[in-house]
Every structure is written in C-alpha cells, then in structure tokens.
C-alpha cells in the first residue's frame, strides 16, 4: 500500500500547454516535499509546503498543501521542454520524526 | 561544494558477495539516509539516521545494514547480496534543526547495483 499516492504517473504533452500532478494520502502530514529527477542524477528539492492551504510558486510551478494536511498538487503553466523529468512528492507523517515517505512519482515529457 | 558523495556509482556482483556502497556528506548534516529507487515504485527508505550513532529503520530494511560511527559518513552494507536487492541506490542528507527540521534532502548522484 503506497502511503502517498500521485496521479497520474505519466505524462505527455505538448509544449505551452498546462498540466497538475497530484499527491495524495489518507495520513496527515506535517509536510510535503516536491522533488525532480533527471536521467542519471539523484532527486532535487523544488519546494517545501508546511501549512494547510499553503500556496508557494516557483516561476511557472505552482504548489498546493490541502488544508487538512493529506494532500498537495503542483501545476505547471506553460510547460516547456525542460521542464521534463520525473516528479515526486514526499513527507513526514505528523508524529513521525525521520521517516520519509515518497510517492511512486510522475513522469513528464513535454514535446517541442 | 556541498555535496553528497557515493561510491562506487556502477556495481555489478554475484550473489551473496558482501559489499559496501559509502555515503558521505560535507555539509555536517545530522540526518543521513538510504533509499532504492525501482520502477513504479518510486524512492523507499531503507535506513536513515538522525545523528551519530543514532540508526533506524525505514520502510525495507531487510537485507541492509548501516552504521554512523563519524557525522559525515553513512556506509550501506549488504551482507549477502540477493538478486532482488537489484536496483538504484540513494543517499541523501539533512539538517534537522530550524527550518530543516522538515528533512529537505540533499541527494548524491546514485549506485547503479545489479546482482547476479
């Protein structure tokens, strides 16, 4: 049973256009993290979402923590070809301390 | 440069050869981790460690072993390597204090493991 569950795992879409991948759990967390990996290198951090129905932006990447604390989304305006590689969202379970819990990820391509 | 290390980054062994994959970080993070990353199955944590000789078990420890005998070394042992221990593996570190009690991770570049 995946704790954190994203949606959809692959994507493929034509570049300028929009798209929002989802990361959803039925525990609460008392955080969530996004990740991207590219091909042949470790994950890199993109933003941390702390507070229920916090919205923080990163250029065209908007994140998104559900105000209950058991979910998150993250939506690309305009996606570009670099914007291609595998998203993931991970967290810490409130209470849990250390214990990371990772989604199974989204693969996006986004053609020129 | 801040860095995690890992070596080596390509292992091919045969099973039930112990090997050990080396972690270390400049950083002086007191967290430090271990994860295989599979196919669809997205990054599990095997082991991690919130300060020096402090361990604990992620969600597949079976098969692993760790040790944090200095802050920036983490080593992943695996006594007898299986087949099914073949995968890609991570190491990753965090500060727990202030802001980064939240465990925002820094990754080093992978191992390629395959057993046969």
């Known amino acids: 049973t995946q704790l954190l569950e994203q949606s959809p795992q692959f994507l493929s879409i034509q570049e300028g256009e929009n798209l929002t991948v989802y990361c959803n759990s039925s525990?609460?967390?008392?955080?969530l993290q996004w990740y991207r990996q590219e091909p042949g290198e470790g994950p890199v951090l993109l933003v941390t979402?702390?507070?229920?129905?916090e919205v923080k932006k990163l250029k065209r990447l908007t994140f998104q923590f559900g105000d209950a604390r058991k979910d998150s989304s993250l939506h690309i305006t305009a996606a570009q070809p670099g914007d291609t590689g595998l998203y993931l969202c991970?967290?810490?379970?409130?209470?849990?301390?250390?214990?990371?819990?990772f989604g199974q990820g989204t693969t996006l391509q986004v053609k020129p | 440069e801040a860095q995690v290390t890992q070596n080596p980054r390509y292992l091919i062994t045969v099973t039930g050869k112990k090997l050990t994959v080396t972690c270390s970080q400049n950083?002086?993070?007191?967290?430090m981790s271990w994860y295989r990353q599979d196919p669809g199955l997205g990054l599990r944590q095997i082991y991690y460690?919130?300060?020096?000789?402090?361990?604990d078990k992620g969600d597949v420890p079976e098969g692993y072993k760790v040790s944090r005998k200095e802050k920036r070394n983490f080593p992943l042992i695996l006594e007898s390597p299986s087949p099914n221990q073949t995968s890609l593996y991570f190491c990753?570190?965090?500060?727990?204090?202030?802001?980064?009690?939240?465990?925002?991770?820094?990754f080093g570049p992978g191992t390629r493991l395959t057993v046969t």
């Open positions: 460690s919130m300060n020096v000789e402090v361990t």
């Open positions: 990753a570190s965090s500060r727990t204090s202030g802001r980064s009690r939240f465990y925002e991770q820094y």
């Open positions: 991970a967290g810490v379970r409130s209470g849990n301390t250390g214990k990371l819990i």
């Open positions: 979402v702390v507070t229920g129905g």
């Open positions: 525990s609460v967390f008392s955080s």
């Open positions: 950083m002086n993070h007191e967290y």
